[in-house]
């Protein structure tokens, strides 16, 4: 069974920084693109970045790019998002999922709350 | 960017009804459209992909159908649990982009 788990979320002052983390099982992750998908409060579903199986390849959504950065480790099973100089327009739940153009497992998410 | 819009933004049914939601796309992305369910408090599950393809253990009543910048999604009736947001999502440029959902609910 195909399962990804997020964690790292948590309250964090403007500015500050955040590491999230999804582990993975249950298929072979290193022949997978991977990808970071966010939900704000009440709000709809917005790609935030993916990265090919071997990491050469990354691309992001422009509110983000130059304060995140996504990562993997095909060792450890596991998909990275260090988020810094984060901003309120941050706060959101954080989903990784597998896949590159269509999105067939998710994890249940992470809440990053950007507040002072 | 390639801009996703939906149509309704919601829709209240009956049970059996059938329910179709739409989907434009602000420029042409072939066929590279899907759909997602999102229920509260839950991650989206994908229904539709490449327009038109059900995923495996979708019920039949769900499908989707267009191609170029128009899109349809249909449920064919209504049944309780199909209460939820729907969004579509293209793939056929980055940022890959997702509607602004359209929430179903029950009359």
């Known amino acids: 069974e195909v399962q990804l788990v997020e964690s790292g979320g948590g309250l964090v002052q403007p500015g500050g920084s955040l590491r999230l983390s999804c582990a993975a099982s249950g298929f072979t992750f290193s022949s997978y693109w991977m990808s970071w998908v966010r939900q704000a409060p009440g709000k709809g579903l917005e790609w935030v970045a993916n990265?090919?199986?071997?990491?050469?390849?990354?691309y992001y959504v422009d509110s983000v790019k130059g304060r995140f950065t996504i990562s993997r480790d095909n060792a450890k099973n596991s998909l990275y998002l260090q988020m810094n100089s984060l901003r309120a327009e941050d706060t959101a739940v954080y989903y990784c999922?597998?896949?590159?153009?269509?999105?067939?497992?998710w994890g249940q998410g992470t809440l990053v709350t950007v507040s002072s | 960017d390639i801009q996703m819009t939906q149509s309704p933004s919601s829709l209240s049914a009956s049970v059996g009804d059938r329910v179709t939601i739409t989907c434009q796309a602000s420029?042409?992305?072939?066929?590279?459209l899907n759909w997602y369910q999102q229920k509260p408090g839950k991650a989206p599950k994908l229904l539709i992909y490449d327009a038109s393809n059900l995923e495996t253990g979708v019920p039949s009543r769900f499908s989707g159908s267009g191609s170029g910048t128009d899109f349809t999604f249909t449920i064919s009736s209504l049944q309780p649990e199909d209460i939820a947001t729907y969004y579509c999502q293209q793939y056929d440029n980055l940022p890959r982009t997702f509607g602004p959902g359209t929430k179903v609910d029950i009359k």
């Open positions: 420029q042409d992305i072939s066929n590279y």
């Open positions: 990265i090919k199986q071997d990491g050469s390849e990354k």
């Open positions: 999922a597998r896949g590159r153009d269509y999105y067939r497992h």
